[in-house]
């Protein structure tokens, strides 16, 4: 990948997550990265391309993330109180590999697109379909209801921190919730 390709991607990445993507324009993002437009659209054709890149960014990291997190959990309880511990660091801003929390990108990004069928949100799905299996390969339990407990939980948490609310009370909570399922 081009090191400005790699700018671009990072500059937008930042500036959708901090204000949207549809208040951020392709001049904003070019005046921040310092890359000139015919360098942009020959990186890529369109702003959803742009978008589709910063997903997939972010996606890469966060699954990076969530799997360095879950890999020492042995059993249920391990992987519930570490999920979600480590979701109250980063609602805390607290995990600097996936940097100042600002809710999740993919529920931001599903909340700006009206259209069921675009590519955006096919790769928003995707994570979060993503997402669920690689907890569900943590989890020894295969009863699928604590799946979609822990699940939605952690979706919930997530919207609800995003929300302003203290993300280490909305993890302790969660936690205290799933803990009759997962013994």
């Known amino acids: 990948m081009s090191q400005k390709r790699q ?8 500036l959708f997550y901090k204000n949207g993507i549809n208040s951020i324009g392709i001049n904003e993002i070019l005046n921040v990265s310092g890359v000139a437009k015919r360098t942009l659209y020959s ?16 996606h890469t990291v966060f699954m990076a993330w969530l799997e360095q997190k879950l890999s ?15 979701l109250g660091s980063w609602f805390c801003s607290k995990e600097p590999m996936l940097g100042d ?29 993503e997402v669920r299996e690689l ?20 979706e919930g948490a997530i919207i609800t921190a995003g929300m302003g609310e203290n993300g280490k009370v909305v993890t ?9 399922f997962a013994d």
């Not at 054709?45 to 910063?54: F, R």
């Not at 020492?72 to 480590?86: C, K, M, P, Q």
């Not at 999740?104 to 994570?127: K, Q, V, Y």
């Not at 569900?136 to 604590?146: F, G, T, V, W, Y």
């Open 101 to 129: 929390f600002r809710g999740c990108l993919f529920i931001n990004t599903s909340a700006e697109f009206s259209e069921s069928n675009t590519e955006i949100l096919r790769l928003c799905r995707s994570h979060k379909r």
């Open 43 to 58: 990186q890529f054709q369109s702003k959803e391309e742009l978008v589709l890149a910063t997903l997939q960014q972010r």
């Open 7 to 14: 700018v671009l991607i990072d500059t937008a990445l930042d």
């Open 172 to 180: 302790e909570k969660c936690i205290a919730l799933l803990a009759k």
């Open 72 to 86: 020492g959990a042995e059993n249920d309880r391990d992987v519930i109180d570490t999920l979600f511990s480590a």
């Open 135 to 154: 907890i569900a390969r943590h989890l020894k339990s295969d009863d699928p209801l604590l799946l979609d407990m822990v699940c939605m939980l952690k």
